[in-house]
């Protein structure tokens, strides 16, 4: 059966960088995109990035770009994602998923919490 | 701000149908997609291209879209929907990046 799984919970200082990863197994690890989600406290989906990892094509959304780095592994089927500057409004559950040809989202992993703190 | 929009909560009483609607300019070309997310859980999967269930998903759940503006219909909604519900879709980029709306709160009671 398809599974992601996440690493766990991480906490931060402001301005340090956190590194999160998302093994996918019980399918072709090629054959589709994966993507980060992230959900601030009560609040709604964030859009954050997506790889593609057939080629290593990444794409972020522009509030993101230049602080978020995502990168894959073909030989362990993991994507990581690397999120720089960290500030408290990063605090976040983050969540990889599934994407597919039609932009949905049939796999979730189970979400790593990311708290930035002093 | 969200690409899509929806209303912050539906309030029903179990047995009734609940309808929680998204509306955005790019759903007219795009289609739209529906996760259940529960307290403390991660978003499943509910309704994908506008009106098809994945396997496994009650037949109670139903999608449907008009123009810029599309629906998710629980009939029959039991206390064990309530969840925050969340619409998707493509962002204008055209770059297949993702897209929400800001999550509807689903209250059966």
């Known amino acids: 059966q398809v599974q992601l799984v996440q690493s766990g919970a991480e906490v931060k200082k402001p301005g340090a960088s956190v590194r999160i990863s998302c093994k996918a197994s019980?399918?072709?690890?090629?054959?589709?995109?994966i993507h980060w989600v992230r959900q601030a406290p009560g609040q709604g989906l964030d859009w954050m990035a997506k790889v593609t990892p057939t080629n290593g094509d990444t794409d972020y959304a522009q509030k993101f770009q230049g602080r978020v780095s995502m990168t894959r592994d073909l030989s362990t089927n993991t994507v990581y994602m690397d999120v720089s500057g960290l500030t408290s409004e990063d605090t976040a559950m983050y969540f990889c998923?599934?994407?597919?040809?039609?932009?949905?989202?049939?796999?979730w992993g189970q979400g790593t919490l990311v708290s930035v703190s002093s | 701000s969200y690409d899509l929009t929806q209303p912050p909560s539906v309030s029903v009483s179990p047995g009734q149908t609940a309808r929680i609607t998204c509306s955005g300019d790019?759903?007219?070309?795009?289609?739209a997609h529906w996760y259940q997310q529960k307290s403390g859980q991660a978003p499943v999967l509910l309704i994908y291209?506008?009106?098809q269930r994945p396997p496994g998903i009650h037949e109670r759940f139903s999608g449907s879209k008009s123009g810029t503006v599309v629906a998710l219909t629980i009939t029959g909604a039991q206390v064990d929907d309530e969840a925050v519900y969340h619409c998707s879709s493509t962002d204008v980029s055209g770059h297949h990046r993702g897209a929400f709306g800001g999550g509807t709160k689903l209250t059966v009671l």
């Open positions: 790019v759903l007219a070309k795009n289609y």
């Open positions: 998923a599934r994407g597919t040809i039609d932009d949905f989202f049939d796999f």
């Open positions: 019980g399918y072709r690890f090629i054959s589709y995109s």
């Open positions: 291209k506008d009106t």
